[in-house]
Structures are given as C-alpha cells and as structure tokens.
C-alpha cells in the first residue's frame, strides 16, 4: 500500500473506532440511566445535582454553563433540588454578593445511591464475561483513560 492510501486506511480505521466509541458510550449510559428512575429526579435534575457534587460549590451562572442551559432554566432546577433538599444557596465567603450552590448531605447520598445502583447493574454484566474478555476489557479502559485524558 502506498503511503497516501496507507494514511487514509488509519485515518478511516480511527474514524470507524472513534465512531463505535461513540455509540458505545451513548448506548452504555442510556441503559443504566434506567437504574436513575428509583432517584425520582428527572436527567436534567440529576445532571444538575452530579455536577453540584463533584464540582461544587457553583453559582447559578457556572451551574448553567456546565450544563449548557439558559440561567433561568438553572434557577427552575435549583429551586426544585432545594425544596427536594438536595442543594442549598450560601453566600460566597470571598464575595458576598455570589450566591453558591452547594450540595446537602441528603443530595450527596441520593447521587452516590444512584452511582453504586448503576456500578451494580454494570458488575453483572462484567461478571458474566470470560476471564480472558475481562482482561481485554480492563487493557481497552487503560487506553480509554489515555484517550479522555487528551480530550481534556
């Protein structure tokens, strides 16, 4: 092969891999979101309330930003994961003036119940891979872990 189609053949191979990828991982989390209906929050509330957790405190505006939504949408989500008591407002100690969203301790637990349900459902199906699939799969996450760490 010469070098031209030899480069267009990775090229298309990474193209087909990255696209599987893709997929993959949609398909992956569609199916364990089905773990998230026992939460009784909406996706977008959990996202929010994910985000709040390992990325808080957040102002309202860093909250809508991570999630790519408008402020006021924020605010709806907020109000509801407040009065659920899953997040509370504090004020910003260097800037009073910010008001922080913070996780509460029912919030925290709610999310990482949802976690370990989804690991739950995840580890039975690992288990019921060969030993030797389970070792591919273990080298494949190793080069995943290098892949996402670029995307950053």
Known sequence: MRNSESERKTQDDAEVIADRLHSAAIHLLRRLRREDATSGLSAPRLSALSVIVFGGPLTLGELANAEQVRP?????????????????READPEDKRLT?????????????????????????????????????????????DQVIARLR
Not at 72 to 78: F, K, N, Q
Not at 105 to 119: E, H, I
Request: charged share 30%; hydrophobic share 50%.
């Open 72 to 88: 006021p949408t924020m605010t709806r989500l907020v109000s509801a994961l407040e009065d659920a008591g899953l997040v509370a």
């Open 100 to 144: 922080r969203i913070r996780a509460t301790a029912k919030g925290r637990a709610l999310l990482f119940r949802g976690r370990a349900r989804r690991v739950a459902a995840l580890t039975q199906e690992v288990r019921a891979l060969a030993s030797g699939e389970r070792e591919e799969l273990t080298r494949a996450l190793a080069i995943l």
